[in-house]
């Protein structure tokens, strides 16, 4: 086999074990690693579909956890952000995409983590900060997949582990839909690309066994830093490499 085809059976792997273990967006981590064996637009794409079926996935095994007051305040401008982030994918290089979205997402996450550090109260639901966050996160989504930046931080502290994974994944189940089919019929998702999809499915589904059985393990306390950690990791990724 090529090294492009072990890249993408470990990046199908890894999208289930990310997503059903921590909730954000696995795409921000293996989008650039799928780009070393490949072109980066197509890697984009690509993951797409992986992200949907390893949320469609997560939502089963998180039925019934997530906080509907988040979801109904985030999914319909994540979705408009979505489209409107696939229109521009033709115009936007994906190197410029992912530092623009970095910056940003280092500046967010700076400074809700100096309001804990300050003993602040943690970001509170609503709909005036739900509405442009969920639009900055579907339009870094569909450029990036890096959408989970923005929504990971603004759930994060607020909800306990199995609400928060349960609710960022029904958001972006809705938003990856969007994503999957706007790729399609723009012509980026053709059929060469699906048949691939296809074919690591079995891959995506035992990462994502992997992946609720980790995040069982974690104990609470520590789950919340290690999504900061995770969510930093991802800004500083997408600025610098």
Sequence with gaps: MSLFSYVLMGVAF????????FGIGAGIFLTPMLALATEPKEAVVLVAPMMLFTDAVAVYQYWRKWDLRDVFALAPPCLLGAMGGALLLNWFTPDLARRAIGLIGLVYVGTELVKIGLHASLTT???????????????????????????????????????????????????????????????????????????????????????????????????????FILIILACIKLLFF
């Design 14 to 21: 890894f999208a289930g074990v990310i997503k059903s273990g």
């Design 125 to 227: 639901q609503s709909v005036a900060r739900s509405i442009p966050i969920g639009l900055v996160a579907g339009v870094a989504s569909a450029l990036s997949n890096s959408g989970g930046v923005f929504l990971s931080t603004y759930i994060a502290g607020r909800l306990r582990k199995e609400s928060f994974v349960g609710t960022l994944v029904l958001v972006f189940v809705g938003l990856n839909i969007i994503k999957v089919g706007m790729f399609t019929g723009l012509g980026l998702l053709n059929r060469r690309l699906w048949l691939m999809e296809l074919a690591i499915i079995p891959l995506m589904f035992l990462g994502s066994l992997a992946g609720k059985r980790i995040n069982r393990r974690i104990p609470e306390k520590h789950f919340m830093r290690s999504i």
